[in-house]
C-alpha cells in the first residue's frame, strides 16, 4: 500500500538547512519503501532561519544588501525575494537584532530599527507588495520611531524640527504627520511573526519585561515606559491610533505596536504564519506519515516552535503518524509527546563533542542512518 509522507524539518542550525534535511529524509523514504509519496516543505517558526527556509523552500533568493544598523553604522543585511508573489520575507534581526550590538555598548535608550525601515522600503522598491516580517532577537526599544521615521513618517518636536531616531528620542516627539509614508508600503500587506502577547506598557510591557536583556538599567526601564506610553497616547490623540494593549504591541520593543497601528499590519504566531506561506494544508490532508525535526528538541518546542505547530496541524487535518529526528534531547522532551509528535529519535550514532556532531558531514550521516532504521521498522510492521 502506497504510502503519504510529508516532510516538514527545521533547520539544524549549525549543520543543516531545512531542506536539505527534509531531503535527506527524503532520501531515506524512498531508499526504504518500494512505493511511496514524497512532499518535502522547508519549516520555519518566525525566528531565525525563516528568510532561508523559505527563500529555499519555495523557489525565492536571498537579496543582500547595506542598511542602518541598530546603533547607526552601516552593516550588511538581506532579505528574501520570491517575485512571482511580489513576497519579501525580513527577519528584523538582520536590521537591528542583539548580537549585533556589543555587550558593553547594549543600552535601548541608544538603539534604533531605522535600518529595519530601510530593509522594508528597498524591498517594496524593488517590487515587493507582499512582506512576511520576522521581529525577535531585537536589541531596540524604540516602539518603531526608527523603522517608520525611514518609512516616511514625520516625528516632530515641541519647536517642530525632526526628532531623533533612536529610543531615547521618543520622549521628544509632539507631533505626528504620517502623509509621507512611503506609497509602496501603503500598498502592501504585512504579515508579523509575533510569538509574545505582552502588552506595549506597564508590568507587562516591553520597556519592564524585555528591556534588561536589551542593557537597560531600572532606571531606564521607567525612563522607556513612561516615553512609550506618551508616545502611545500621543498616536491616539492625533492619529486615533489604538492598539497598546493589544497582545502582541510589546513584541520587539513596540514594534508590534508600530506595525499594527501605523502599517495595519496583522500580528500572528510565527508557525502559523510559516504554515500559511507554504499551503502546507492540501498536502497534510492527504499524508499517512509527517516527519518533523530540529537541532534541539525541549519544552521549549512543544511550547509553538515549528516542529509543534506542524505536527498539530497534521494531526487537525489528517490524523498522520507523526516522527521527528532531532540532533539532541534535553531532559524534558517528552513534553512533545503531548503537542502531536508521536515519537522522537535523537540521531547520534557516537559519543563525542558537539562540535563533532554538528559537523556538516556527521550530520547528514547520522540524520540518513537514523531515518533509514526508523522506516525499516514502519516498513515491517
Not at 511573526?193 to 519592564?208: H, I, K
Not at 499590519?265 to 506519515?289: F, T, Y
Amino acid at each position: 500500500m502506497k504510502k503519504n509522507f510529508v516532510v516538514a524539518i527545521d533547520s539544524f542550525k549549525g549543520s543543516l538547512s531545512s531542506m536539505e534535511a527534509g531531503h535527506i529524509v527524503e532520501k531515506a523514504i524512498e531508499d526504504t519503501f518500494d512505493n511511496a509519496s514524497v512532499k518535502v516543505f522547508p519549516l520555519a517558526d518566525g525566528g531565525e532561519g525563516t528568510v532561508d527556509a523559505l527563500a529555499d523552500g519555495l523557489g525565492g533568493s536571498i537579496v543582500l544588501t547595506e542598511v542602518t544598523g541598530p546603533l547607526g553604522e552601516k552593516v550588511q543585511s538581506r532579505y528574501g525575494w520570491l517575485p512571482e508573489l511580489k513576497l519579501a520575507i525580513i527577519e528584523m534581526a538582520d536590521a537591528a537584532g542583539l548580537p549585533m550590538v556589543p555587550k558593553e555598548k547594549r543600552n535601548p535608550m541608544n538603539t534604533t530599527t531605522y535600518g529595519l525601515g530601510e530593509l522594508m522600503l528597498q524591498a517594496a522598491e524593488h517590487g515587493a507588495r507582499e512582506f512576511i516580517i520576522g521581529i525577535g532577537g531585537s536589541a531596540t526599544n524604540d516602539a518603531g520611531l526608527g523603522m517608520l521615521t525611514a518609512l516616511g513618517v514625520r516625528f516632530t518636536n515641541a519647536e517642530g524640527a525632526p526628532v531623533g531616531i533612536y529610543g531615547r528620542d521618543l520622549t521628544d516627539v509632539a507631533s505626528i504627520d504620517v502623509s509621507g509614508l512611503a506609497d509602496c508600503i501603503k500598498e502592501s500587506r504585512i504579515h508579523v511573526a509575533c510569538d509574545v502577547t505582552n502588552p506595549l506598557c506597564g508590568e507587562n510591557g516591553c520597556s519592564v519585561v524585555y528591556g534588561p536583556q536589551k542593557g537597560a538599567t531600572p532606571e531606564i526601564v521607567r525612563s522607556m515606559d513612561s516615553a512609550i506610553h506618551h508616545f502611545a497616547l500621543l498616536g491616539e490623540s492625533m492619529l486615533g491610533f489604538t492598539g497598546a494593549e493589544t497582545p502582541g504591541a510589546g513584541a520587539a520593543g513596540g514594534l508590534g505596536y508600530a506595525y499594527a497601528a501605523y502599517l495595519g499590519a496583522e500580528l500572528k504566531p510565527g508557525i502559523s504564519l510559516v504554515l500559511d506561506a507554504l499551503d502546507i494544508e492540501s498536502s497534510l490532508k492527504e499524508a499517512d506519515v509527517l516527519i518533523t525535526g530540529e537541532g534541539r528538541m525541549d519544552r521549549q518546542t512543544a511550547m509553538g516552535k515549528g516542529p509543534a505547530g506542524v505536527a498539530q496541524l497534521a494531526k487537525k487535518l489528517s490524523g498522520a503518524l507523526t516522527i521527528a529526528f532531532c540532533g539532541c534531547a534535553s531532559d524534558d522532551a517528552e513534553m512533545v509527546n503531548d503537542s502531536g509528535i508521536d515519537a522522537y529519535f535523537p540521531i547520534l550514532h557516537h559519543a563525542g563533542t558537539a562540535e563533532e556532531a554538528m559537523e556538516p558531514d556527521v550530520a547528514r550521516s547520522n540524520l540518513y542512518r537514523t531515518a533509514v532504521q526508523v522506516f525499516r521498522l514502519m516498513k515491517s510492521q
